[in-house]
């Protein structure tokens, strides 16, 4: 193939630790930049030669705008390097990434620090407009009898907060929660409670069973005026089982569902960072990459069923590569819920699907068992919305490099109703 | 804007005698006249005799310029406004008539300022200092910019002098008294906003506007800017019973601090509460009085001396002149420290605060974690003592990269190794730093006591392994011995002792023996108190006898501070190394035995109970006296025999070469030490004891006890009439 690569020389994470835990207290700011110094410390790259900085941020903090930018200074990357922050939602992440392939394609950099980073604790409580009117008329309020007539407009309801993640997680065109959006594929495509928490069972036995590959990806968090240290995810249940998990109630559809918190991603703090950069630039500097990106699709579909936008955005990398599912050695497809996956496992080997909804004649391929997720996926680990794209990239590229294999592709849907989908390769 | 100049007739004839230009004059479109500080070829403005006499015929010009409405005073230097009188001048009067001169063109210089009847601002930017700042007393008004280089105060007293150019007569008229002896007898010097707070500054403003906002204000308000009402508490200050009230408390306070040692403390006291009953002239009468007695004193002159040896240590390049010339390598951006302990994470701290980054390296998470804590417990510190903004704080946090794996060390400009203290653990660790590091990085170790020689040679590169020794706390220590083995490259030696200076410490270059320098002078004084308690001599007699000498915490005391595990092993690793006239006490270990750690365990030879509170000495200490012989010994005795070992270990490091001159050994004390530093260090005191009386003492005492044998360096001296200094 004659385009240039992108290759990733390393990359490290924070631990992925459960809402309101263990780095509950630390915004994304500080979770990116954490993960970018360790990335720093750790290949002992000059910062100095960095093109840019790009980041991927969902919930991006209203002290922190374009946080990938506060990331990199503080982080101590020179002022004169430039820095962005991208959102596509659950594929941020891999947008940091792409972002930093079509940059060095155009020639317009060739080192780039890139990652995701998000703290889903942290995502404020807002003000209903309402509420707001009436504050901005105290501010502007000159005379005591203005200032108290402001006070006196206030209603228990104005304080009721908004819950900014609630928001963040329901569909504004379609109006449905992501959850919902799970409920459907379910109904749909027949995918049973059983079979979702089947699933979910084993991404936590996965995960407990890679703890220590996993814990290779992870740079260690000392949560500041603590003596503690967070060295591992906290999201795996080692004593989860099938009885515990059929306990719990559905969340968005409380009668007939059957998508519970067990089967779905955990809402999870988090952060990822990359060092990548053209393997021209790579041989020059003397370093070895653990991998290399060599494609890669974002394609839309219907809102109410973002949960197949893996399967449109593998079929369209395909397209694009020319490389067919059954070479991956290693497979990623986030586990926004477990119903979702299964839904597209379901898709992707169907002519009928196929021919349906992706303009060809036969079903994109199947994925063994043994290649998908094979260590836990995001109902074990979590998934913190903005960090997670990244996070797919590092963890399959070190699996890659354990099982030597070739290639690994990496997927996520998309809220909203897209997917991504990446194709890596090793050397 | 190019306005013409009118000369004066002092100018002309200035330029006829080509005296250089130290205060330019320039005067607006709106007639304010501006006198700008700026010495030729120097970062600095500094009062000097040239400096007093051009601002006098500046004041001739203004005073013949009617048509003038104001004046501004400032300067153009980048980080000093004026900082104050040339101590060289100073201390170089021969006579004390010299001294009186001075004294005299200064007042009345800045008496004549004062008179001037129209508005004076001071535009203020940079270090306002001493006569600097007392030359803004004169004016009506000061301004500053917020800047963290203005720094605004009179520290005369840390000097042994007192503010004599108007200082100690203006600022309590200016501020009210308590806040002045506040700030003269502790010799303070505050940033622009506490400057401000407590009314030595009248408004803050950036540099970039400080003149510009004279001018307004001296266009705006006029006359009205010489009239300042006296505030009712002032004024009550005046009062009689109320002066000598705060007189007499005040003068408590001093003597329970100073113990009588800081002379220009009290001084300043009486100065100050006695001039405010009177006029400006008699009060400043009452100044030059005091400075001309203070000024002889032999006080005065030894802090004088540090303050030279300070400003030396911060120019000091450490090598040959021909080395330090040869290689240009900019400062030092990166460094690694491996160990985060106390000392390492000290270190780390430090340098993070000076914009440097560091890599702390430990070998697991939890001693990093702990590190780190420590670390973030001084920045905190710092941010409640407005040293540093909370901004400061993180971004120094920031700059700490903790790593509990091996990770490339290519890009450290320097690493400090401060792991524990074990020659077999240091040589393993310096050869894999070795192999880490880059071509151009120093590896040095914090080592108090193991041989830096020894350690290179675990490394391929011996030439660029070197010591520097910080001192505990870090942050609080000014002193950093640098090491040199036998085979560092002086070029190495050079950028150790920049790197030093770079990050605001002050170095001393000394060679690599046991103990180095300052260790080596202060363990025969910790183990001969040592040796005197378990003799029966009370505790509080050998701490209370050296708190009289000037040292700043009595010896068992400060054994406890160290940790009684510490001393023991520092002192028994000394003591094995000069076995011939060191040994260390037994009681150390017995303590230790019993688990009297000293402050760490609670228990020591006191017992430290809350923070802050005064330790007491431990009521069952007695029972660890082992013999009786120095029980009858008196406080004079004690402190004799204390003494007298550290100017023989003192003179013993110039012997030895540990470093080359009897300067650096009196500096390290008291940097290292706090070793009374009226005193001007051992080796000063000894010259102005006397030598042969010194020898003499000593070869008494050695007649039953061998350690107390004067070295031979000591024995030529005093024989044959010489002393340790020349001159």
């Not at chain 2, 050869?431 to 040679?457: F, K, Q, Y």
Request: aromatic share 4%; charged share 25%; with cysteine.
């Amino acid at each position: 193939m004659n385009t240039p690569r992108l290759v990733i020389i390393d990359g490290v994470r924070t631990p992925f630790s459960k809402m309101g835990t263990d780095l509950a207290r630390l915004g994304p700011e500080e979770l990116g930049r954490i993960a970018v110094n360790a990335l720093l410390t750790k290949t002992g790259l000059n910062p100095a030669l960095i093109d840019e900085v790009i980041f991927g941020c969902v919930g991006q903090p209203a002290d922190a705008a374009n946080v990938a930018r506060v990331i990199a200074l503080r982080a101590g990357i020179p002022e004169h390097v430039p820095a962005f922050t991208v959102h596509r939602n659950c594929a941020s992440g891999c947008e940091a990434v792409t972002q930093a392939y079509e940059k060095m394609l155009a020639g317009r950099g060739e080192i780039f620090v890139v990652g995701g980073t998000e703290s889903m604790s942290q995502v404020p409580l807002l003000y209903i407009h309402q509420a707001a009117a009436k504050f901005a008329k105290l501010a502007r309020a000159k005379s005591i009898g203005q200032r108290l007539g402001a006070m006196l407009s206030f209603r228990p309801a104005d304080f009721k907060p908004r819950i900014g993640l609630q928001l963040g997680l329901t569909d504004p065109v379609c109006g449905l929660n992501m959850g919902e959006t799970a409920e459907i594929l379910a109904r749909e495509y027949g995918v049973t409670r059983d079979k979702q928490d089947a699933f979910a069972l084993e991404s936590h036995a996965r995960a407990i069973a890679a703890r220590d590959k996993l814990d290779e990806e992870i740079c260690p968090i000392y949560p500041p005026s603590t003596r503690a240290v967070v060295s591992s995810d906290n999201g795996p249940r080692k004593e989860q089982t099938i009885a515990a998990l059929t306990k719990l109630k559905p969340v968005f559809d409380r009668k007939n569902g059957t998508v519970t918190a067990g089967n779905s991603s955990q809402i999870t703090d988090g952060a990822v960072a990359l060092l990548v950069m053209s393997e021209m630039k790579a041989a020059e500097l003397g370093m070895t990459p653990i991998g290399a990106m060599t494609g890669y699709a974002y394609a839309g579909c219907d809102p109410q069923r973002m949960g197949l936008g893996p399967v449109y955005a593998i079929a369209e990398a395909e397209r694009r590569t020319g490389i067919t599912l059954d070479h991956a050695d290693v497979v990623e497809i986030n586990e926004a819920f477990a119903a979702q996956v299964i839904a597209c496992l379901a898709c992707l080997k169907s002519d009928e699907f196929a021919q349906k909804h992706l303009k060809r004649d036969h079903h994109v391929g199947k994925i063994p068992k043994d290649v998908l997720n094979v260590n836990g996926g995001a109902i074990a680990l979590g998934h913190p919305v903005g960090a997670t794209g990244a996070r797919l990239i590092l963890t399959s590229l070190k699996e890659l490099n354990r099982r030597q294999g070739k290639r690994a592709l990496i997927s996520l849907c998309v809220g909203g109703g897209q997917g991504a989908a990446i194709w890596l390769e090793r050397n | 804007m190019i306005v013409p100049r009118t000369e004066s007739v002092t100018e002309v004839i200035r330029k006829v005698q080509d005296m250089p230009e130290l205060i330019r004059r320039h005067v607006t479109d709106d007639q304010i006249c501006v006198l700008t500080f700026d010495r030729p070829d120097s970062a600095a403005n500094i009062f000097d005799k040239a400096t007093l006499v051009d601002l006098n015929n500046h004041i001739n010009f203004i005073l013949c310029n009617s048509s003038l409405k104001g004046v501004v005073i400032t300067s153009a230097k980048k980080s000093i406004f004026v900082a104050g009188a040339d101590l060289t001048q100073l201390s170089k009067a021969k006579t004390p008539d010299e001294l009186r001169d001075m004294i005299e063109l200064g007042q009345s210089v800045f008496n004549r300022l004062a008179m001037i009847n129209i508005p004076s601002v001071a535009a203020i930017h940079g270090a306002c200092v001493g006569g600097g700042y007392e030359v803004c007393l004169a004016c009506d008004y000061r301004i500053a910019s917020p800047d963290k280089v203005t720094k605004i105060g009179l520290p005369e007293t840390q000097l042994g002098i007192v503010p004599a150019w108007g200082g100690s007569t203006r600022l309590p008229r200016l501020i009210g008294l308590p806040k002045a002896l506040d700030i003269i007898l502790g010799g303070k010097t505050l940033a622009a906003k506490p400057a401000l707070k407590c009314g030595m500054i009248d408004d803050i403003a950036p540099r970039e506007y400080l003149v510009e906002k004279a001018c307004q204000l001296i266009l705006k308000r006029g006359a009205k800017l010489r009239v300042r009402p006296t505030k009712f508490m002032h004024r009550l200050a005046k009062v009689g019973p109320v002066l000598n009230f705060i007189a007499k408390k005040v003068q408590k306070q001093v003597l329970q601090k100073t113990r009588g040692h800081y002379p220009a403390i009290t001084k300043a006291l009486e100065v100050v509460t006695q001039g405010l009953t009177k006029s400006i002239d008699a009060s400043l009468v009452l100044e030059r009085d005091a400075i001309l007695e203070l000024g002889s004193t032999e006080a005065c002159r030894n802090l004088i001396r540090i303050f030279f040896l300070q400003e030396r240590a911060k120019k000091l390049s450490g090598v040959a002149a021909d080395v330090a010339a040869e290689s240009k390598v900019g400062p030092v951006k990166r460094i690694t420290v491996v160990g985060a302990g106390i000392m390492g994470g000290g270190i780390a701290q430090w340098a993070s605060s000076r914009d440097i980054s560091v890599i702390l390296r430990d070998i697991n998470h939890d001693a990093i974690a702990k590190g780190l804590s420590g670390i973030a417990k001084i920045y905190d510190a710092g941010v409640k003592r407005h040293a540093l903004t909370r901004v400061e704080a993180r971004a120094g946090m920031d700059r700490i990269s903790p790593s509990a794996v091996d990770v490339p060390l290519h890009s450290a400009d320097v690493i400090v190794e401060a792991a524990v203290e074990k020659m077999d653990l240091k040589k393993k660790l310096f050869a894999r730093l070795d192999e880490l590091a880059g071509p151009n990085t120093i590896l040095a170790s914090n080592t108090s006591a193991l041989s830096i020689s020894e350690i290179a040679t675990a490394t391929k590169h011996p030439e660029r392994v070197i010591g520097i020794h910080f001192f505990n706390p870090v942050h609080r220590m000014q002193l950093v011995e640098v090491v040199v083995g036998r085979q560092t490259a002086p070029e190495v030696v050079r950028r150790a002792v920049k790197f030093v200076q770079q990050i605001g410490k002050l170095p001393v270059v000394v060679r690599d023996a046991p103990g180095f320098l300052v260790n080596r002078i202060l363990m025969p004084y910790l183990i001969e108190a040592g040796h005197l308690f378990e003799n029966g001599a009370r505790v509080e007699d050998v701490d209370e006898c050296m708190l009289e000498f000037g040292m700043p915490m009595g010896p068992l005391r400060l054994i406890d501070e160290v940790g009684v595990d510490v001393s023991n092993h520092v002192a028994a690793d000394l003591a094995s190394k000069f076995s011939d006239r060191m040994h260390c006490p037994d009681v150390l270990s017995k303590m230790l035995a019993d688990q009297l750690l000293g402050k760490k365990s609670g228990k020591g030879f006191y017992v430290h109970t809350k923070k802050g509170r005064e330790p007491v000495v431990n009521p069952r200490i007695d029972k660890y006296h082992s013999g009786t012989s120095c029980a009858k010994l008196t406080r004079d005795e004690l402190q004799t025999r204390m003494v007298l070992l550290m100017i023989n270990e003192s003179a013993r490091c110039l012997e030895g070469g540990i470093v080359d001159e009897a300067a650096d050994v009196d500096f390290g004390m008291i940097m290292g030490t706090g070793f009374a530093p009226f005193l001007g260090g051992p080796l000063r005191f000894a010259d102005n004891v006397g030598l042969p009386q010194v020898v003499a003492e000593m070869k008494r005492l050695a007649d039953e006890e061998p350690r107390f044998t004067p070295c031979s360096l000591l024995q030529t001296l005093a024989g044959t009439g010489q002393t340790f200094y020349k001159s």
